[in-house]
């Protein structure tokens, strides 16, 4: 079994210097997109879904475009939920991030004032990652080491997210202790390819992770992160 995590492709976070929430992708990020559809376009998948968010079904526009697939959204992907920020001066973020990550260890598990703590994402997708799974034949074995029963280990499902989307189940299937700081352990460059393949041990599956942030599909000059 194969999942396949993308992140979308560069977002217009700032237009003009003011914020905008829920964003499209640059004009960069379109060419990203298109590119990682062009790599993907010989792959075969048996599912494929994507965040909700704009940035997201934008990046998985011309992959679902390339292997003929209609956009099946799944709202457990989308990313923490930011301060609402739409409309206000750049700086305001840019300080905002800054004094997150200024703050000792612990308390970075609030988030940013006015968006969803990390703890709450945290648990919201090892939740939402559960049940999806659990819909796909695959759980967690009670046992002290990250093992799973796998009911169709041929199957190959990819996901069009987000970096602390992916940073989260990747921590999840491989077992990992999650940190307020998914985002800087597991750096992803804006639509890379991330894989997490299965492999048979004697009592279930475990997870292998590789490649991590693939991206091979863009010019040195056209990546992000």
């Known amino acids: 079994m194969e999942l ?93 991030y800054q004094d997150e990550r200024d703050r000792p260890a612990r308390q970075r598990w609030h988030g940013l004032d006015g968006g969803e703590p990390v703890k709450d994402f945290i648990a919201r997708i090892h939740a939402g990652a559960e049940t999806f799974l659990a819909e796909h034949g695959i759980h967690r074995i009670e046992h002290e080491l990250p093992i799973w029963h796998i009911e169709n280990p041929g199957e190959r499902i990819a996901c069009v997210a987000h970096a602390g989307t992916n940073s989260t189940v990747v921590c999840h299937l491989l077992g990992l202790t999650p940190t307020p700081w998914e985002w800087e352990r597991f750096v992803l460059g804006h639509a890379s390819i991330t894989k997490l393949e299965a492999l048979k041990i004697g009592d279930g599956y475990t997870f292998s992770l590789w490649p991590l942030s693939d991206l091979e599909h863009l010019p040195p000059e056209d990546r992000t992160f």
Do not use: M
């Open 4 to 96: 396949f995590l993308f992140r979308h492709a560069q977002p217009l976070w700032i237009d003009n210097g003011l914020c905008i929430d829920n964003p499209p992708l640059t004009e960069l990020g379109r060419r990203q997109a298109k590119l990682l559809g062009k790599r993907l376009a010989r792959e075969r998948f048996d599912h494929i879904y994507v965040s909700p968010l704009l940035r997201a079904r934008q990046t998985a526009e011309p992959i679902l475009t390339e292997l003929k697939r209609e956009e099946a959204i799944e709202p457990w992907l989308e990313e923490i939920r930011s301060p609402i920020w739409h409309g206000s001066p750049g700086e305001r973020a840019s300080a905002a």
